[in-house]
């Protein structure tokens, strides 16, 4: 029974040490690698591809990043294709405008956002 036991214990950590080279030998896959969405949309930009959708992820990821600038070309981009967008468009939109110090138009959007909110 013991030589049982012996022979599983060593069996057991055979394997995990065969595991663990495997693991360690095996090539980094591109799959683990996180995607750049707001690269790859703007690649899709520049292939002269356009739809809202692009427009208000490009703009909705700046903004999360906090750059306001981009976050606004991508915005503008949006109303101009799609003249009704989600009423959220309108409030990062209007975020992002302050910002950036244009608050005329940053408080123009706000009331926008507010009016699609009560409809």
Do not use: C, H
């Not at 070309?73 to 975020?95: D, T």
Request: glycine fraction near 2%; charge should be negative.
């Amino acid at each position: 029974m013991q030589d049982t036991k012996l022979l599983f214990f060593f069996f057991l950590t055979g394997s995990m040490f065969t595991l663990q080279a495997q693991k360690m030998n095996a090539p980094s896959s591109q799959a683990d690698k996180p995607i750049d969405i707001i690269k790859v949309y703007e690649m899709v930009v520049a292939e002269g591809y356009e739809s809202s959708q692009i427009f208000e992820t490009l703009a909705t990821e700046n903004f999360y990043l906090s750059n306001f600038e981009e976050a606004k070309k991508w915005f503008e981009k949006l109303f101009a294709l799609n003249p009704n967008p989600e009423p959220l468009a309108y409030y990062r939109y209007a975020k992002s405008l302050e910002a950036l110090k244009d608050l005329e138009k940053a408080n123009q959007y706000l009331a926008l956002y507010n009016s699609k909110l009560n409809k």
